[in-house]
C-alpha cells in the first residue's frame, strides 16, 4: 500500500527566515507529485507538480521553490519567509497519467510571525 | 485559466436527509471533476470523480452527475449521517494537463 508522509508536522517560523518542507511517497514507483497551500479557512491552490526527477513545473508563483531530488521525495522551500505564506501546506501524489486520482498527505501547518 | 465556482458555502441538512452541493466550471476542456472531504484540521480525502465520458456515477450513497452542456457537476449524498459532517471541494481538470483547479468548498452540518 502507499503511503504518504510529510515533515514537519507544524512549524512557527519568522518573516524572512528560510523554509524547508518535504514529502515522501512509498509503495509507488515514479509517480507523479503536487505540492498545494490551503490559506486558514479557504481553498487549495495547486503550486507544483512533478512528473520525475529532477523536473519541477510551477504553476502559480508564491515566491516558492520545488524540487524533486529522489523519486519518491518532494521538497518545497523558500529563503524568505512573508506573512502570507502562513497556511497548510499539502503533499499529494497520483499515478504516472494526468487526470487521475490525486490522494493528499496528512500536511503541514505553518504559521509565520 | 479554468475557475470553478462552488456555490453552496454552507449546508445543513437533518440527519437521513439528502444534501447536494453544486459547483460550476468555465473551461469547456475541462474532463475530470474529483470531489473531496476535509474533516476539521485534517487533510483531503477523495471522495468520487466524475470523468466527461459519462454522465452519472454512484458510489454507495454518493451519486456525482456531470451535465457538460452546462458546465456544471453536483454531488448528491444519501442517507445523511452526521460523519458526513465535513468540508466538501469540488475540482476540475483539463485532459491536456496534471493542473487541478479547486472550488471554494462547501461546508457541510449533518444534525443527528
Known amino acids: 500500500a502507499q503511503t504518504i508522509h510529510q515533515w514537519p508536522v507544524a512549524e512557527i517560523k519568522a518573516v524572512g527566515s528560510p523554509l524547508s518542507l518535504g514529502c515522501t511517497i512509498k509503495g509507488k514507483s515514479s509517480p507523479n507529485l503536487y505540492w498545494y497551500w490551503q490559506a486558514t479557512g479557504g481553498t487549495l491552490q495547486q503550486l507544483f507538480y512533478s512528473i520525475t526527477v529532477g523536473q519541477v513545473e510551477s504553476v502559480v508563483q508564491l515566491n516558492l521553490s520545488a524540487s524533486r531530488p529522489k523519486d519518491d521525495q518532494f521538497i518545497l522551500s523558500t529563503e524568505k519567509l512573508l506573512l502570507s505564506h502562513s497556511g497548510f501546506y499539502l503533499c499529494?501524489?497520483?499515478?504516472?497519467?494526468?487526470?487521475?486520482?490525486?490522494?493528499f498527505g496528512p500536511g503541514t501547518r505553518l504559521l509565520v510571525l | 485559466g479554468e475557475k470553478v465556482e462552488q456555490h453552496e458555502s454552507t449546508l445543513s441538512v437533518r440527519e437521513g436527509d439528502s444534501a447536494v452541493i453544486n459547483c460550476t466550471y468555465t473551461d469547456t476542456a475541462s474532463s475530470y471533476f474529483p470531489w473531496y472531504k476535509q474533516e476539521a484540521g485534517k487533510s483531503l480525502h477523495f471522495v468520487i470523480d466524475?470523468?466527461?465520458?459519462?454522465d452519472r456515477k454512484q458510489s454507495q450513497r454518493l451519486t456525482v452527475l456531470l451535465d457538460k452542456k452546462a458546465k456544471r457537476f453536483s454531488l448528491h449524498i444519501t442517507a445523511t449521517q452526521p460523519e458526513d459532517s465535513a468540508i466538501y471541494f469540488c475540482a476540475a481538470s483539463s485532459n491536456m494537463g496534471y493542473k487541478l483547479t479547486f472550488g471554494t468548498g462547501t461546508s457541510l452540518l449533518v444534525d443527528p
Open positions: 466524475i470523468r466527461s465520458n459519462v
Open positions: 499529494a501524489w497520483s499515478l504516472t497519467r494526468g487526470q487521475d486520482t490525486q490522494y
